[in-house]
């Protein structure tokens, strides 16, 4: 019986290990990554926003009160953009809540994740520089990225 119990146990993490492969493959084609902070009580560019999709990052800035944008966009290798979805926990991020903590409360700041993916959408918003354990695994990936843009100003 234990034997049994065993065999179907490994099956089934078996069928999870490749329907996550499936996923990510998906994602490395045809998904989309969005990252972004924001803060409300500031003067200049301060909502900015990255996409990541086939291998192009494009920055957008934008201005408060105003619709005064900056675009800017630069390519993304093949390696670079399988290193970062190898570390997305796809499963694990749909499941997430849409809000963690109080973000951008007293002007403290926000940013958030989206993806997209087969169909499905989901945004996860939280606190600046406090992000959910589940994300820690490639937020400084999406971070960096964002910051590479120093020409974009």
């Known amino acids: 019986m234990k034997n049994l119990l065993g065999i179907a146990l490994m099956f089934v993490i078996i069928i999870g290990i490749l329907l996550t492969g499936c996923d990510k493959e ?3 084609q045809e998904g989309t ?23 192009k990052v494009t920055l957008v800035r934008r201005k408060n009160a105003t619709n005064e944008s900056k675009t800017c966009a630069q390519s993304l290798s093949s390696e670079q953009r399988q290193q970062l979805i190898n570390k997305i926990d796809l499963p694990r991020f749909f499941v997430l809540e849409e809000r963690y903590g109080c973000p951008d409360c007293a002007d403290g700041g926000a940013e958030w994740i989206e993806i997209e993916q087969d169909g499905k959408k989901h945004k996860v918003t939280f606190e600046y520089r406090r992000e959910p354990e589940a994300v820690k695994a ?3 990936d999406l971070r960096q990225q964002m910051s590479s843009f120093t020409d974009c100003k």
């Open 138 to 140: 490639y937020i400084e």
């Open 26 to 28: 998906q994602l490395a």
């Open 33 to 55: 990554i969005k990252y972004g902070t924001s803060f409300g009580m500031c003067v200049g560019f301060c909502r900015n926003e990255i996409t990541i999709s086939q291998n």
